[in-house]
């Protein structure tokens, strides 16, 4: 909702001091300058800590990762900020239902057909085919294009987010090949992000006009009439603000604020379930019932023909003859003591990492470490042989000797 406020200035006339005001017109509350504070808040951090998880073989992504204090702290500050942003959608969704459902404000952020017409001018008016730029309204096309593609982006991201976040459930209703599917479409939405940022917003809001409104809440009647003409006619003839009497909004309110609070509790639920959802851990079978063993009250009689030779058994693959030192040539690089998951020592291999065990004995395909290594992209990436052994390792139990 716009309100108009004035600011006195000194002018000269006839040398004489005189007083003039500078109308200035209110577009942004305080909480919508919060939400956009935070929303950039978030962005940054997740693109600082995330494009380097995509880049890792880079020196540049190394070494950010290193000032962010190795690849696991890194990718928890990636986690949290990404709650951050997923919790800011949230209040954004229920502040927007109040402000359409109770105060009654207009879609205008919803495009339209005057959008086109107004990109088609502009870009008319940008070749010197056009003599005038087109006059917009409260959000011009650009505004609108930049809100809706950083709400499809957040969905985006959202969704193959949980994706990686959690594999081995995503796994569970979906074929194992969306998992790098998502891995890719999760790392090309950032790089998108990241670009149409750099090039399109700075451009549009820093350097073609600096548009503080976000900062201050307010634009002057003169940047007014540059960005938003329509809306400033709206506004002079008294039409651009619907006013609602006290009984109205509470009677609206007493109807919203229950709708809106099961509304935001689903939602909550929903990203509640989102960070604790995977299962790292698989319970362990029951522990097989001893039995007596089996002694004869007289010794066997000795065989009268020498016994017919059987072939010897199969050596069983073993952490310190196969899957050590196999982990020591492929990952000792990057887990060894600095990424919060070892395979130095067989016990540390079994501890995980501080999101828990990625080795489940008897259970190759609950272990994250055969997940991981079956999306093919991993740096550290075992061969087809390789992997079939460490899963035949891991169904027998991940013997270490």
């Known amino acids: 909702m716009s309100t108009t406020t004035t600011q006195p200035q000194q002018i000269a006339e006839e040398g004489q001091p005189a007083v003039r005001t500078t109308r200035t017109y209110r577009r942004f509350a305080l909480s919508q300058q919060i939400e956009h504070g935070l929303v950039i808040l978030a962005f940054v951090t997740l693109a600082l800590t995330g494009l380097p998880q995509k880049y890792a073989g880079a020196a540049w992504a190394e070494a950010m990762i290193g000032l962010f204090g190795g690849i696991e702290r890194t990718r928890l500050i990636h986690h949290y900020t990404a709650i951050l942003l997923m919790l800011e959608a949230v209040y954004h969704i229920v502040a927007v239902g109040y402000r359409v459902f109770v105060r009654h404000v207009g879609l205008t952020m ?82 998108l992000a990241v670009l149409a940022i750099i090039i399109w917003h700075m451009y549009h809001v820093h350097l073609r006009h600096f548009n503080k409104s976000m900062w201050t809440g307010s634009l002057t009647e003169e940047e007014m009439i540059h960005e938003h003409p329509l809306e400033l006619a709206d506004l002079k003839a008294g ?40 299962q790292t851990a698989v319970a362990t079978a029951p522990e097989a019932e001893r039995a007596p063993v089996y002694v004869p009250q007289t010794p066997t009689p000795l065989p009268t023909t020498a016994p017919t030779p059987t072939a010897a058994p199969v050596a069983r693959l073993t952490w310190v003859d196969f899957a050590g ?23 540390d291999a079994l501890k995980g990492s501080q999101n828990g065990p990625v080795i ?13 290594q079956s999306t093919g992209t991993h740096p550290g990436q075992l061969s087809g042989d390789e992997l079939a ?7 027998q139990g991940a013997p270490e000797k």
């Open 360 to 372: 489940v004995p008897g259970d190759a395909n609950a272990s994250k470490l055969v997940v991981v």
């Open 110 to 191: 919803l495009p339209s057909l005057m959008d086109v017409r107004d990109a088609w001018q502009t870009l008319l008016y940008n070749l010197g085919l056009a003599r005038q730029r087109p006059q917009m309204g409260r959000y011009t096309f650009e505004e609108k294009v930049e809100y809706w593609s950083l709400v499809w982006g957040t969905i985006i991201m959202i969704v193959t987010g949980f994706m990686m976040w959690n594999p081995i459930a995503t796994a569970r209703f979906l074929p194992g090949q969306f998992i790098p599917a998502a891995k890719a479409a999760h790392g090309g939405e950032a790089l």
């Open 239 to 278: 039409v651009a603000v619907r006013p609602v009497d006290r009984a109205t909004l509470r009677k609206r309110q007493a109807v919203y604020f229950p709708i809106a609070g099961v509304v935001a509790a689903i939602l909550l639920l929903g990203v509640y379930y989102f960070v604790t959802f995977e």
């Open 325 to 347: 030192p196999l982990f020591q040539q492929k990952c000792s690089k990057c887990h060894g003591t600095i990424m919060g998951l070892s395979f130095a020592t067989y016990a």
């Open 389 to 395: 052994k460490i899963k035949e390792w891991i169904q």
